[in-house]
């Protein structure tokens, strides 16, 4: 069953953080989708001023039906008791295991990509052109709900900018870029040489390191503000840490993870 809502906010992560908060759910742990439908406008001089608005759904399991009252049951006369008919288990299960391999595998969702992967290719190989890497090879692919897009050369790096920022931010406009086209609604993830790999193993060690302390003194710890994407790769690592927990805090775009004990010690 499919739970859909439409949120607002000043800013598409506050209405994306009101509609996961509407629909009862943890942004960055617990899984849903969204699709910008309204960017926000300040109007001039006030106003006019339009927030953003965004529709977030998630899958929710079909509710069971509730079951009717039993017949109430009249007392039967006790019938003769006969024997047994003899027990041949091992036809039973082969009865079920061919019933189970003759059963419909369920096929993959697929996604409508449309001329997603086309726009978000040549919208990406302008902005690398107008950065002066004229060299810079692009080259788009799909996956799930993913269009991935991978920038490589010698001077590819200069895309990535102070801790991804400039990765971040060709991400985001591609992702806009993309969404106004034909298909379905799906996520840009944009990529220079190895850099995403090699930040995602630095955030999960020093996730997993800030949950064992966490673990060990009952202290917390705040850390830097990060991008959704990269506040999932810390709540993700820190879940594997027993007796850790962490959440997020703040404003986009100063959100912030904190990395707690679930058993802090009291301050004196």
């Not at 189970?100 to 902005?127: C, M, Q, R």
């Not at 692919?141 to 991935?148: A, S």
């Not at 995403?196 to 999960?204: P, V």
């Amino acid at each position: 069953m499919r739970k859909e809502i439409l949120a607002t906010g000043r800013t598409v992560e506050e209405a994306i953080d009101n509609g996961c908060a509407e629909l009862g759910i943890t942004r960055g742990v617990d899984d849903y989708d969204h699709e910008i439908v309204d960017m926000p406008s300040k109007g001039f001089l006030g106003i006019g001023s339009k927030p953003a608005k965004v529709r977030i759904w998630v899958e929710l399991p079909d509710e069971k039906p509730a079951h009717a009252p039993k017949a109430e049951r009249k007392p039967e006369a006790k019938p003769e008791r006969k024997p047994a008919p003899e027990k041949k288990p091992e036809k039973k299960v082969e009865e079920k295991a061919e019933a189970k391999a003759e059963e419909p595998e369920a096929p993959e969702k697929t996604v409508d990509f449309g001329n997603k992967p086309e726009i978000v290719l040549n919208y990406v190989k302008s902005i690398v052109v107008g950065m002066g890497l004229d060299e810079a090879a692009v080259s788009v692919d799909t996956e799930g709900q993913n269009i991935k897009v991978q920038i490589d050369g010698d001077d590819a790096g200069i895309t990535i900018g102070r801790r991804g920022e400039t990765l971040d931010a060709i991400q985001y406009l591609a992702g806009l870029a993309a969404n106004r086209g034909e298909g379905d609604f799906a996520r840009v993830v944009v990529n220079s040489g190895t850099y995403r790999a090699k930040r995602r193993h630095t955030l999960e060690q020093l996730a997993k390191k800030l949950a064992v302390t966490a673990v060990r003194t009952g202290k917390s710890t705040t850390l830097e503000p990060m991008n959704p994407y990269e506040r999932r790769i810390i709540h993700s690592a820190v879940a594997q840490v027993e007796g850790a927990t962490s959440s997020s805090i703040g404003e986009e775009p100063n959100r912030c993870v904190v990395v707690s004990s679930t058993n802090p010690r009291p301050s004196r």
